[in-house]
Structure formats: structure tokens, C-alpha cells
């Protein structure tokens, strides 16, 4: 049995989804949407490693810094194309963002300067830093996506 739970990743994707669908009318629906979409993100990254090989223990050693995660993920192989390349290549992936776009890479490393930091900052206070409610889904969503198309040929 695994540890991590990509299923349980993509649930909690969903709910933050149903909460943007419902309407972000508050500061709590907000928090609710950004705090699931980096939990299902961590998740997301750990069921990966798991997956790829990557020992339990190692992987709660990252505890919940998903910086950490993903070059652990920089660490494991996908098959695309027939070609064996770095797992890492998650970070490229596009997302919308208000008048532009960043990649994964970009909005899920942590910058103290202008987001809070995950999970304690967002879990408490009145007030905290981050990327729109709306992108922080989307890259849940695409790691999500990322996980399950290289879910069977994931290694170290």
C-alpha cells in the first residue's frame, strides 16, 4: 500500500475548484482555495517520488516544503517520446496568469518576499501573500495531469 495518494491529491483539487465555481466572496474562500491547491500540489509531488522509488522516509524529510519536492522530482525520469529525460520537467509547464504566463517552476518556489509561506502562514492570521486563488488551482491541475500521464514510467 502507498503512503501517498494521488487520488486524494486530485480530490482536493476538485474542492478548491467547486469553491472558485461557488465564488471567491471572501477572504476565507480565497485561503481555502490557495491552502488545497499547494496541499494537493505537495501531495501531488510525494505520491510521485513515492511512485518513482524514492523512500518514505526521504520523502517526509522534505516535510512540507514543496521547493524541496520538486528538485527531488528533478531527480527522477519520464519517458516522452521514447526519450528518458528529467521528471524536473514539470517546472516548464505553462500556466495563465493574469495578462501573461508563468511556468510551475516560477509560482511554486517560494519567494518570502512576495508569497507567505506554506502551510503555516496561509493557515493562520488575517492576512497573507500569494498568486491568485485561480492560478494556484490550475497548477495543482497540472500536476495533477503531469503525475497521471507519467504515472507508470515515473523512476529514479
Not at 47 to 75: F, P, Q, T
Not at 132 to 155: Q, T, Y
Request: with cysteine; proline share 3%; charged share 20%.
Amino acid at each position: 500500500m502507498t503512503t501517498y495518494s494521488i487520488d486524494f491529491a486530485e480530490k482536493l483539487a476538485s474542492t478548491a475548484q467547486d469553491v472558485i465555481t461557488d465564488g471567491l466572496i471572501d477572504f476565507a474562500s480565497v485561503r481555502t482555495v490557495i491552502y488545497l491547491s499547494l496541499l494537493s500540489t505537495e501531495i501531488s509531488l510525494k505520491a510521485m517520488l513515492e511512485k518513482a522509488g524514492m523512500n518514505v522516509k526521504d520523502i517526509r524529510n522534505c516535510s512540507h516544503d514543496i521547493s524541496k519536492l520538486m528538485r527531488a522530482l528533478d531527480c527522477c525520469k519520464i519517458s516522452v517520446n521514447s526519450n528518458i529525460v528529467s521528471a524536473g520537467r514539470l517546472r516548464s509547464k505553462n500556466i495563465a496568469y493574469p495578462n501573461t504566463s508563468k511556468t510551475v517552476g516560477a509560482i511554486v518556489v517560494t519567494d518570502p518576499n512576495t508569497q507567505s509561506h506554506y502551510p503555516n502562514q496561509l493557515r493562520y492570521g488575517d492576512m497573507f501573500f500569494s498568486h491568485p486563488p485561480e492560478v494556484m488551482a490550475e497548477v495543482a491541475s497540472v500536476v495533477i495531469n503531469f503525475a497521471k500521464d507519467h504515472w507508470d514510467h515515473i523512476c529514479i
